[in-house]
């Protein structure tokens, strides 16, 4: 039997729309930068929480978790054609179960320890339902586009009345949590999604919200944000450009403008609000052979965490009995590290699989896969292989539902193309 009859099922999969009424529910939930607390209320803090010490009743939870599990009811029916998903979580759990009896002690208790395989798997419900999804009709992605068209002005605005730097979180009838480290790429990649989608509709419209978007990940003052914009623009403007036939050295060109003027702008504005000494001081330090402090930062938890991993044949296979000691260090800045060390290499291997499937996927099938599916595929691989070597977004509510979301799309988007070609192989 084919890899996509053993993966997926031999029946093939309906490809009816998802009811509009619900897509846009989902778009809009999963996406909404809204936090409430376990108390009922709307995370509206003034002062950024920089850290909840683990204390789940004080840590600002994403509506995404109530639109996420409440849409997986309502199309619970089909949950078991989500095969990427289901093997994902119960691997996963399969994995870190076996972990927590094999990595334990016998004076430690598994609390810690199964609270993050909890938080770890959690995020994994935005895979089955971006498989389950059906979009035809391009509803999320104008979804994604109303939402940026509203939250991002409004995001400038606050800033510059609160006469804040750096983008603000607070906006006075609630605040964005972790709104630097998370929500600000996962809008460039929503925008990025939206603008590919949505092209030959809403032009002018895209136009003007990637000027505003230039001004808001300027403001962020993160490198993975600021370069997954600045890709996304190049690319796409020499795609477009290609399209229309244009020289080859003419598409080089106009790329290097783009992109000269995204890190010139940026550049430029950084120093006139003063945060020269932030964000071009990095550039400083590596011109005279000095490693940034943030970059310098990450280095020193790799190896603190690294030396953990490596302890002992036990601790590199199942990891250790609990979740590095928060007064230690909270966090490697690195998902994959940071499961090594609590779990051990054993819980990698239901994600490693998956990622090396949807490789093969998108390579098996590159010759009928749409342009607007290879632009869902750099999201993900930007989500899932870029920005989680660097920060721990698959375990974090709002960016990892958001990311898991995005690859559940791309099954969805990749499944029909490549059924249709297994058939006409099949008929020839």
Same mark, same amino acid.
């Not at 930007?382 to 539902?401: A, E, M």
């Given at each position: 039997?084919?890899?996509?009859?053993?993966?997926?099922?031999?029946?093939?999969?309906?490809?009816?729309?998802?009811?509009?009424?619900?897509?846009? @529910? !989902? /778009?809009?939930?999963?996406?909404?930068?809204? +936090?409430?607390?376990?108390? /009922?209320?709307?995370?509206?803090?003034?002062?950024?929480?920089?850290?909840?010490?683990? =204390? !789940?009743?004080?840590?600002?939870?994403?509506?995404?978790?109530?639109?996420?599990?409440?849409?997986?009811?309502?199309?619970?029916? /089909?949950?078991?054609?989500?095969?990427?998903?289901?093997?994902?979580?119960?691997?996963?759990?399969?994995?870190?179960?076996?972990?927590?009896?094999?990595?334990?002690?016998?004076?430690?208790?598994? #609390?810690?320890?199964?609270? @993050?395989?909890?938080?770890?798997?959690?995020?994994?419900?935005?895979?089955?339902?971006?498989?389950?999804?059906?979009?035809?009709?391009?509803?999320?992605?104008?979804?994604?586009?109303? *939402?940026?068209?509203?939250?991002?002005?409004?995001?400038?605005?606050?800033?510059?009345?609160?006469?804040?730097?750096?983008?603000?979180?607070?906006?006075?009838?609630?605040?964005?949590?972790?709104?630097? #480290?998370?929500?600000?790429? &996962?809008? =460039?990649?929503? +925008?990025?999604?939206?603008?590919?989608?949505?092209?030959?509709?809403?032009?002018?419209?895209?136009?003007?919200?990637?000027?505003?978007?230039?001004?808001?990940?300027?403001?962020?003052?993160?490198?993975?944000?600021?370069?997954?914009?600045? &890709?996304? =623009?190049?690319?796409?403007?020499?795609?477009?450009?290609?399209?229309? %036939?244009?020289?080859?050295?003419?598409?080089?060109?106009?790329? &290097?403008?783009?992109?000269?003027?995204?890190?010139?702008?940026?550049?430029?504005?950084?120093?006139?609000?003063?945060?020269?000494?932030?964000?071009?001081?990095?550039?400083?330090? !590596?011109?005279?052979?000095?490693?940034?402090?943030?970059?310098?930062?990450?280095?020193?938890?790799?190896?603190?965490?690294?030396?953990?991993?490596?302890?002992?044949?036990?601790?590199? *296979?199942?990891?250790?009995?609990?979740?590095?000691?928060?007064?230690?260090?909270?966090?490697?800045?690195?998902?994959?590290?940071?499961?090594?060390?609590?779990?051990?290499?054993? =819980?990698?291997?239901?994600? @490693?699989?998956?990622? &090396?499937?949807?490789?093969?996927?998108? +390579?098996?099938?590159?010759?009928?896969?749409?342009?607007?599916?290879?632009?869902?595929?750099?999201?993900? +691989?930007?989500?899932?292989?870029?920005?989680?070597?660097?920060?721990?977004?698959?375990?974090?509510?709002?960016?990892?539902?958001?990311?898991?979301?995005?690859?559940?799309?791309?099954?969805?988007?990749?499944?029909?193309?490549?059924?249709?070609? %297994? #058939?006409?192989?099949?008929?020839?």
């Amino acid at each position: 039997m084919p890899v996509v009859g053993k993966f997926m099922g031999a029946q093939m999969m309906s490809e009816k729309n998802t009811h509009p009424v619900l897509l846009w @529910m !989902i /778009g809009l939930g999963l996406f909404v930068p809204l +936090f409430f607390r376990l108390d /009922g209320s709307i995370y509206a803090d003034v002062k950024i929480l920089a850290e909840s010490l683990g =204390v !789940i009743s004080q840590l600002p939870l994403p509506i995404s978790i109530v639109a996420c599990f409440a849409a997986l009811l309502l199309l619970v029916r /089909g949950v078991l054609t989500a095969r990427a998903g289901l093997l994902l979580i119960a691997g996963t759990l399969a994995c870190g179960i076996l972990s927590i009896f094999i990595g334990g002690d016998g004076v430690i208790g598994p #609390q810690r320890k199964l609270m @993050m395989l909890a938080q770890v798997s959690m995020p994994m419900a935005g895979l089955l339902l971006g498989e389950l999804v059906r979009d035809g009709d391009k509803v999320l992605a104008r979804a994604f586009l109303l *939402v940026l068209c509203v939250i991002v002005p409004m995001q400038l605005l606050f800033t510059l009345t609160q006469e804040k730097e750096m983008l603000t979180h607070y906006f006075h009838i609630f605040s964005i949590y972790s709104h630097i #480290q998370f929500v600000t790429l &996962i809008f =460039v990649c929503a +925008f990025v999604y939206a603008a590919t989608s949505l092209w030959d509709e809403y032009k002018a419209l895209i136009c003007v919200l990637a000027m505003l978007m230039f001004f808001y990940v300027s403001r962020s003052y993160s490198f993975l944000t600021i370069a997954a914009y600045a &890709i996304a =623009v190049l690319v796409f403007a020499a795609d477009k450009l290609r399209r229309f %036939h244009v020289n080859r050295m003419s598409v080089i060109g106009v790329a &290097i403008l783009v992109l000269a003027v995204v890190l010139v702008g940026t550049a430029v504005k950084l120093k006139s609000h003063g945060q020269s000494q932030l964000f071009l001081g990095k550039f400083t330090d !590596i011109v005279n052979g000095k490693i940034p402090p943030n970059v310098q930062e990450r280095f020193d938890d790799w190896k603190l965490f690294g030396n953990g991993i490596v302890e002992s044949g036990k601790t590199i *296979v199942v990891g250790h009995a609990e979740p590095m000691p928060r007064e230690i260090r909270s966090s490697p800045h690195n998902w994959y590290v940071e499961q090594m060390y609590t779990f051990g290499l054993v =819980v990698l291997i239901p994600i @490693m699989t998956l990622i &090396i499937y949807t490789v093969y996927f998108c +390579f098996a099938y590159r010759g009928s896969i749409s342009s607007n599916t290879w632009w869902l595929a750099g999201i993900v +691989f930007y989500l899932v292989v870029i920005d989680s070597n660097f920060k721990v977004t698959l375990r974090q509510p709002y960016p990892g539902i958001f990311a898991y979301f995005m690859w559940g799309l791309l099954f969805s988007a990749l499944l029909p193309t490549a059924l249709r070609k %297994h #058939q006409v192989t099949a008929l020839n």
